[in-house]
């Protein structure tokens, strides 16, 4: 067991949704706990629940029985601001689809975050700062020469790596991917990979799930998740 | 910030804002410009109504008329807020050139020309003696006839573009008019051997009021002609003495204290002789004595204000169509925002200030193409006239000169507002449904 703190912990999450007549229930009582600069895979079949339970564990959703808390705080009990602010500052989301705003260039779609949390005066007063950054996070992640690019002049793999710099901005403490390289060949998956492990060794905690064992096996510690639990 | 920079974007990338940009500004165009034309019409009858017969009628109906009017008309000129007061004889007549057996009916008006000046626009409404309105009746090609002016369409035709082709000198024509004088009981009486009066007049001027049914069929002739014409008895009568507030005496106000005054005099002269004729005499302001030209313009208007608020309505419901398609087409976008912590009252707010960027730049639009239409109004209509021989009004029937094309500051305020409000209508229902949509719905699935 690590010896790092807990950032993130899920207790006997519930979730069910109703299709037309009939209710499903995706998760049963799913159990996880994320140390900090810890690189987590949750793998399942498709349908399993996995995206379910990482929107979960990114405030995007509310369990219906469960407790998910962030740093011993739990979510559930957060006000609407307090949940919008954790997923703005606390949480960054990478998705299959990649899930750019194609009215913005590669730049403003790395730093929409910063923007979301602020009115036009705070904006102002960070502009630079904020792009700045960006402009690090697109050299970093070597897409320094699309940064006035549209998204739909871009690659599969430089649109993920546009969503992981959007998901980078604010510094999040959890980095959370929903099938990564669900969208990607394998080549480009594969760097897309070394990205998150590139971030893991430098302390960011990842929770990434994937349907993919071989993707699955690139993280520090993988977990199953069956029947809408995770299997230990 | 990021909902100034999505605004613009969307505004500049979505084509269907631009349509909607669009209905907005021709709704709004549309309803500037008739409004303008509209109320510049009904505001320039209401102004020749009101210059016609002044602030206030002290009158009858009965063509019988009342007497006493000049102890009534001494008694609200001590008045201090009566400025002016002039009496009239109203009454109907056949009127003949000389020398021919045609005759047409026309409304004669006998009136002190000097009087009716200062309480009317009668001076005004004159050609030839307009500067010298005492010598109004005297036709200037013989000072010892006895003159009579003429509504304008009784004199001469109006031209297809509404105007006149008056001569430099009033032609010497003879009228005749022929009246039945009625006595105080309202019966037709002797004249001399005949039940009917006939005195012959020279025409002296005509008067162009702007006013169709009174430049079409009025004949104004001396008080004292008219009275001889069409009244008989030992006492001399009017049917209306119109009245002159001075200024910043309010109409409600002058009227409501020339009615006491009036109520005052009908006490005083109880039992005197033909006192009962007093009893029809009403009074009303310039409104309620016109109110049968003017409400019906009024009506109309009022009317096409109800039938513009369903164009808003039309506009309520396209911004909404849309907005809905619009929001749509980006509830990725909206899940996107939501998972970089944008809240609800933020989507809300950003597809609110969409709306009214659409409904601020879609009223500036039609404003300014209303501006500019209306201020170039009466050139198009002249075109349209010299190139297709078709006039929006034609001035051989409506007594108007230009279309009116003033903009009133206020009703341009009233329109915009209603343009952003409509749009902001229009935006609530989509804009809360985008704000409450589930980001796991949206996100999930959809390919960008």
Redesign the interface.
Known sequence: MSKRPVILKAESVHKSYRMGATRVNVLKGADLTVHEGEFVAVIGASGSGK??FL?IL?G??RPDQGVVSFQDRDLNRMR??EL??????TVG?V?Q????????NVL?NVY??A??????P???GVRRAAKARARGLLEQLSLCDRARHK?YQLSGGE?QRVAIG?ALMNEPRLLLADEPTG?LDSATGNGILNVFEQLNGMGQTIVMVTHDERVAQRAGRVITLTDGKVKR | MYKLTLIIRYLLKRRITHFAVLTVALCVFIVVVVMTVMSGLVGDIKQKNHAFVGDCVVGTKSLVGFPYYEELMATLEQADFVEAVAPVVKNYALLSPVGSDRSRGVEIMGVDPVRQSRTTDFAQALDYRRDDVARAFVPLYDPNTAGCILGVDLAYSRDALGGYSFSAQPARVGLTLTCFPLNARGAPARAGSSEVATRRFYYSDHSQTGLARVDDSMVYIPLDQAQALCMAGALKRVTAVHVKFRSGTSLGQGCDQTRTLWEQFKQSKQGAADSNLLDTVTVESWKEYRRTFVAPLEKEEAMLSVMFGFVGVTTVFIVFVVFYMIISHKTKDIGVLKSVGASEASIMSLFSGFAIVIGVLGAALGVSGALLFLAKINRVENWLYERFNWQLWDRTIYSIGDIPHHVEFSVLAVVVCCAIGACLIGVLVPAYGAARLRPVETLHGTQT
């Open positions: 995206s379910t929107h990114g995007l959703d609407a601001w919008n602010r954790y997923r703005n500052e989301f998705f689809f990649y899930h750019l705003l194609d009215e913005l403003e929409l975050p923007m979301v949390s602020r009115g036009i705070g904006w102002l998204p649109r959007r969208n």
